[in-house]
């Protein structure tokens, strides 16, 4: 998807929150490809400090955005789309730190404005966060390009990466290895922790905040 169709939806969703006064930050591929990573991606995936139904009430219908998922407690998710018959949208999934037992309602977290340049909105404002610290990330291309761009970083906090998520993503990127171990990270400890029975989709999006309740 061209990025400018992306940083439309980016605009239009960074004015519904913010006009709302709700934090959040953009994760994931897209503020990796802002950045200048190598990186393709056709959606936005979010972390806000918000509940559900804080997300859906601050969502502007005649911006284009529309709810198409809210079958979780944590997620809810959206398509933005400047077109009548809502072709081509841009999906954004928005994972809310406000859930029934949540352990870190009010997350913290760094994060960066940026200004992008949409193709129908021009310059706009949207908050991009690469997270640095975020251990759950499964795609190797990210790991290395985060690892690279954030090695002070992650050094600085890698006692509070958990050691069974690193164990994980090594099951499926074995040739990461020299990466975590650059951040001195304990490689066999975290194969270790990490031969407990693989979580589940939700629990990988609740870990998320779970991990920025512990740092």
């Given amino acids: 998807m061209l990025t400018g169709r992306l940083n439309d939806a980016a605009i239009l969703l960074h004015l ?12 994931g591929g897209y503020p990796i490809t802002h950045f200048g990573g190598n990186r393709q991606t056709n959606d ?10 804080q997300i859906n ?15 979780r407690d944590d997620y809810i998710g959206l398509s933005w789309s400047d077109r009548p018959d809502r ?17 870190f309602p009010n997350a913290l977290f760094r994060f960066e404005t940026h200004e992008v340049k949409g193709h129908t909105m021009g310059n706009g404002m949207a908050a991009l966060r690469a997270a640095g610290s975020r251990s759950n990330f499964v795609d190797s291309v990210d ?9 002070i970083e992650i050094k ?23 990466v975590f171990e650059s951040l001195g990270i304990d ?8 031969k407990g029975p693989p979580r589940g989709v939700e629990d990988i999006s609740k870990g998320l905040f779970d991990s920025l309740a512990d740092s």
Avoid: F, M, T
């Avoid at 600085?156 to 020299?178: F, M, P, T, W, Y």
């Avoid at 490689?187 to 990490?194: G, M, R, S, V, Y």
């Fill in 57 to 71: 009430n601050a969502i502007d219908p005649e911006a284009g955005l529309a709810v198409i998922s809210q079958h």
């Fill in 16 to 27: 519904s929150l913010d006009n709302n006064h709700i934090r959040y930050a953009v994760i």
């Fill in 156 to 178: 600085a906090r890698r006692h509070k990466i958990h050691l069974v998520d690193v164990g994980r993503a090594l099951q499926q990127h074995s040739n990461l290895e020299n």
């Fill in 87 to 103: 072709s081509d949208p841009v999906l954004i999934h928005i994972h809310c730190s406000v859930y029934p037992g949540s352990r």
């Fill in 143 to 151: 790991l290395r390009w985060l690892a690279q761009r954030y090695v």
């Fill in 187 to 194: 490689i066999a400890k975290a194969k270790i922790a990490a």
């Fill in 44 to 53: 936005i995936d979010c972390i806000a400090i918000a509940s559900k139904q």
